[in-house]
């Protein structure tokens, strides 16, 4: 997989841009519970009151927190607030502020005004003991400092210093009354005994003192409230805005780079297979290379789409995750510990099971290929011998191979989900019973156990999809592999670092000098000391039996394969000092087996050069005997060719093979048992034909019927590799019995004379 990375290079600045995009997404995602615990906490428990600074209280309420507040800081507490007198409103301000506080019409308010130099959050903290203190004294409540409660008579009692009270006094009364020293030191005991309370429980216990003040001075509750929760909602509304942009954005960007690297890769695989010689085709098959361009790229590029989008994201969101819940409730991170164990154990186990069928589908998609293009290529003969059962059964094994291989996979996956959702489920259960337990003790808010589970989700979800991309990442690298093999496979026929040029005018004289050749793999020569020459203006033909190395030689001109040893020369150059392409542009070449391309007739003759005009390409119709059939078309060289050439005949397919090779005008004709499915009387006007177009040129003829090659300037007879014989027929009739062994398979003696 690491091999593919160089391809990524041209995106790097877009997957920049992803991953900015994504640590965004998870910003705000991991903003979205905090936010939805301020609603439950702040907007339903507290009101909408978000903090312990009242905006405003009754004057007389002040002045009692004051006594409550460490003499320390008394003065900046009562400094922030602005002291406001019925009788001495200022005439601008007067309607207003008795619309917002109406028991300013008859007592004095004082009003949250701050010097710019107040440290905010410390004097809510001050504040919120304060009221928290006030709150208690105000119930009558026992452990504020031993205060509350009755006791015995006289001096100090058993309640602290208080003398025995009538239950329900409110304390703070007694407390003005206290000398300064006495309640400094029950002050002191009481914030002792507070100190154990969270900021979140001393906040909510503020939050409804500061709600009582707010109605006692006749402001909207209501309005505060609701102003808050659509605040809030507000705000929750604006980070869902901001995430479903970002995916949105971040879900096209993916695609975008995921696509490109496929058509980056796909383009790769099919520039370097042009370039593979036949050694390479012989190491991979048609279908193996055919899978590997689609299916296999297919991989990556889904692949990649899950690691841009899911790899960085989850990351982010599990860290961002764990750092909230440890900030907010670290109590309770050990449910979160335990659940991400259990699911990474999970996932280890199925990793472990899973992963070596992953690489055997790769393998086993291959074979389906195979097999499935082999049965189709052959359709018709396999019709003709009767033989559709075994071809069924052996697709069936194959098919039904890959099928139970697949549905393992996908049965260890169904498992996975169910056991996946229990923990998950588990879990939540867990943190709500936890929490409910926290809440009943005081010490957790129900909108931070709501926060918590949210995060845990969150947590347990990225973890849940990083094991969803690690279960696609085994068949993605092998896939990748399989891709790396074709980049990474060196071609064996490489033109020079120094190449040499043909001269001008060159006639094409072809030399053959010792040459040797064995097949890569093979133990043994193919060609042995083979050695000859074909001259310009003449018919070279090459005959001998099934294996002997006729089309071998043939192959060995156009460098689809280099000689093992010796060395052939075209024009006294070894063509191994030039550029295939200038080689291949002196050569006409025509395979045995005619092969089209999807489009025209015109389209397919012009192949090799496609500047040809109408008159060349017609002459070259008429040279290869094919104009018949093609003129007779009523859409002439404009007729449909169907890829392969499926819809025209084995002798159409070799006469349009012919005659592309006629429209380059080479000076090296290869034909390699190019008139095998020709009819005798067709053959002859070709070869008559042949004879006056191809003057000047070298002819290299590979032949199985003698009739094709009587009238060669010259004819090699091959036999295991080595030259037995060459001369003229007649030649060869007296002086080599091989040859004459093949002409009497062929002919009758008579035919041989005449």
């Avoid at 006594?67 to 601008?92: F, G, I, N, S, W």
């Avoid at 490109?260 to 098959?285: I, P, T, Y």
Wanted: negative net charge; aromatic residues 6%.
């Amino acid at each position: 997989m690491l091999r593919l990375i160089r391809f990524l290079r041209p995106y790097v600045l877009m997957i920049l841009l992803i991953f900015g995009l994504l640590f965004a997404q998870a910003m705000a995602d991991l903003a979205l519970p905090e936010a939805m615990s301020g609603i439950v906490n702040v907007g339903l428990q507290q009101k909408g009151i978000a903090d312990a600074i009242p905006e405003a209280l009754r004057t007389v309420e002040l002045d009692r927190l004051l006594l409550l507040v460490p003499a320390a800081d008394r003065a900046a507490v009562d400094a922030a607030y602005r002291r406001l007198d019925p009788e001495a409103l200022p005439a601008a301000d007067r309607d207003r502020l008795l619309a917002r506080y109406p028991i300013l019409a008859s007592e004095s308010v004082a009003v949250w005004d701050p010097p710019a130099e107040t440290d905010r959050e410390a004097l809510q903290a001050v504040l919120a003991r304060a009221i928290a203190l006030r709150q208690g004294l105000a119930s009558g409540m026992a452990g504020f400092g031993g205060m509350g409660g009755t006791g015995g008579t006289g001096g100090t009692g058993g309640t602290g210093g208080f003398p025995s009270l009538p239950a329900g006094t409110d304390l703070i009364e007694v407390v003005e009354q206290l000398p300064e020293a006495q309640r400094d030191a029950l002050l002191a005991k009481a914030a002792e005994a507070m100190a154990g309370l969270s900021d979140s429980l001393l906040l909510q216990t503020a939050s409804v003192w500061i709600a009582g003040e707010y109605e006692a001075c006749g402001m909207d509750l209501v309005a505060i409230q609701n102003r808050y929760i659509l605040a809030q909602g507000g705000y929750m509304m604006l980070l869902a805005l901001i995430a479903a942009a970002c995916t949105i954005a971040v879900g096209y960007l993916s695609a975008l780079v995921a696509a490109g690297l496929s058509r980056d890769l796909r383009r790769q695989v099919f520039r370097k297979v042009e370039g593979f010689s036949s050694a390479e085709f012989d190491k991979f098959s048609t279908a193996s290379l055919i899978t590997r361009s689609t299916n296999d790229i297919q991989q990556i590029q889904m692949m990649l789409v899950m690691l841009l989008r899911i790899l960085f994201y989850a990351p982010m969101m599990a860290i961002g995750g764990v750092v909230k819940v440890v900030a907010a409730q670290a109590s309770m991170t050990w449910i979160i510990g335990m659940a991400v164990g259990a699911l990474l154990t999970l996932i280890v186990l199925v990793f472990t099971v899973a992963m070596p069928r992953f690489k055997r589908i790769q393998k086993l998609v291959d074979k389906l290929n195979l097999v499935t293009r082999e049965i189709l290529s052959g359709l018709m003969v396999i019709r003709a011998f009767n033989t559709r059962r075994r071809e069924e059964e052996r697709f069936d094994g194959v098919n039904g191979e890959l099928t139970r291989t697949t549905l393992f996979v996908t049965r260890i996956m169904v498992l996975m989900m169910p056991v996946m959702m229990l923990i998950m489920n588990g879990t939540t259960l867990l943190i709500v019973w936890t929490g409910a337990l926290k809440i009943d003790a005081g010490t957790l808010q129900i909108g931070d156990m709501m926060a918590f589970l949210q995060y845990a989700m969150q947590i347990i979800m990225s973890f849940l999809m990083v094991s969803f991309v690690f279960f696609m990442l085994p068949r993605a690298s092998v896939s990748a592999e399989r891709i790396g093999e074709v980049l990474d496979t060196a071609p064996t026929i490489l033109d020079p670092a120094e190449p040499r040029a043909f001269p001008d005018g060159a006639p094409g004289r072809l030399e053959f000098r010792d040459v040797g050749f064995r097949y890569p793999g093979a133990d043994e020569n193919v060609l042995c000391r083979l050695s000859f020459v074909a001259e310009p203006g003449k018919t070279t033909a090459i005959i001998g039996g099934t294996g002997s190395g006729k089309s071998t030689i043939v192959q060995l001109v156009p460098r689809f394969y280099d000689v093992t040893e010796g060395a052939i020369l075209l024009d006294g150059i070894d063509i191994r000092e030039v550029r295939q392409r200038d080689l291949r542009a002196r050569i006409g070449y025509v395979p045995q087996r005619g092969i089209l391309f999807s489009g025209d007739a015109r389209s397919n003759v012009a192949f090799g050069r496609p500047d040809a005009t109408d008159d060349e390409v017609d002459r070259a119709l008429h040279v290869a005997q094919a104009s018949e059939f093609v003129e007779a078309h009523k859409e002439g060289t404009a007729m449909a060719i169907s890829q392969g050439g499926v819809n025209v005949s084995g002798g159409q397919r070799q006469r349009l093979s012919i005659a592309r090779a006629l429209a380059v005008q080479p000076d090296l004709f290869l034909f390699d048992d190019s008139f095998s499915a020709l009819d005798f009387r067709t053959d002859a006007a070709l070869r008559k034909a042949l004879r006056e177009e191809t003057a000047s040129a070298t002819v290299l003829v590979v032949a199985q019927r003698i009739g094709t090659i009587l009238h060669a300037d010259r004819i090699l007879v091959l036999d295991d590799g080595r030259l037995v014989g060459t001369g003229t027929h007649r030649e060869l009739l007296d002086t080599c019995p091989l040859y004459r062994e093949i002409a009497l398979s062929q002919l009758s003696e008579e035919e041989l004379a005449g």
